[in-house]
């Protein structure tokens, strides 16, 4: 079985700082790695996916991906309060059709 | 507006009996998910339908019984509740029928068994 995991589980940054997430999946023949957001009392919202080596960027976020190392990576450039959530990390399985999800990041950005 | 709608927002339920989560989406996609968030826990697969038919189903109990009457609609009934069960369920959909596919989910149910 697939087993994602988080860190720091939570993050306090200021205004304006650079933002960094990181997961950990157990199996090579992981297939996508989505990051959602979640804020209280809603339902997670996807954010970006990446499948491929190397790095993917859009907008304020940049998601690198290391197979070899089993590591993903989130950072989002310019945080802002309106950024203050939990972050989860997500993997898909080839020929499955659920995605394991990780136990989060809360990051908050202080004004 | 929101486009998957889940019934009730909050549910308070006694040991031994029997809810029904509902879900409804209106985004046109023909997979539809159910997701479970324990407390302290991460977010947990429970069922994944295609065109109203069952493609996965990691949810170990028979108490879990999704039921889809129509394409867009996938409820969630629970018999014999017990307060583990107490987990906020969420309903999500997709566009296409393959795995890697982006999902949408609902504002969720937060099911409290006393």
């Known amino acids: 079985q697939e087993k994602v995991q988080q860190s720091p589980e939570s993050l306090i940054v200021p205004e304006g700082a650079m933002s960094s997430l990181n997961c950990t999946f157990s199996n090579s023949a992981s297939q996508s790695i989505w990051w959602y957001q979640q804020h209280p009392g809603k339902g997670p919202e996807a954010l970006i996916?990446?499948?491929?080596?190397g790095n993917k960027k859009e907008g304020r976020l940049t998601v690198y991906l290391n197979r070899a190392s089993l590591h993903v990576s989130l950072h989002i450039r310019d945080s802002q309060p309106s950024d203050s959530a939990v972050y989860l990390c997500?993997?898909?399985?080839?020929?499955?059709?659920?995605?394991?999800f990780g136990s989060g990041t809360q990051l908050t950005v202080m004004p | 507006d929101p486009k998957i709608i889940q019934k009730p927002k909050y549910l308070v339920a006694v040991t031994g009996s029997e809810k029904i989560l509902i879900c409804e989406q209106y985004?046109?996609?023909?997979?539809m998910y159910w997701y479970r968030q324990s407390a302290k826990k991460p977010l947990e697969f429970m069922f994944s339908y295609s065109y109203q038919k069952l493609m996965d189903n990691q949810t170990a109990s028979s108490r879990f019984q999704p039921q889809s009457s129509k394409k867009n609609h996938l409820d969630l009934q629970i018999t014999a509740l017990k307060p583990d069960d107490s987990a906020t369920y969420f309903c999500a959909s997709s566009q296409g029928t393959i795995s890697n596919e982006r999902l949408f989910f609902g504002h969720g149910t937060k099911l409290s068994v006393l």
């Open positions: 997500a993997v898909s399985m080839g020929g499955s059709w659920q995605l394991i």
């Open positions: 985004l046109g996609h023909n997979a």
């Open positions: 996916s990446i499948f491929s080596n």
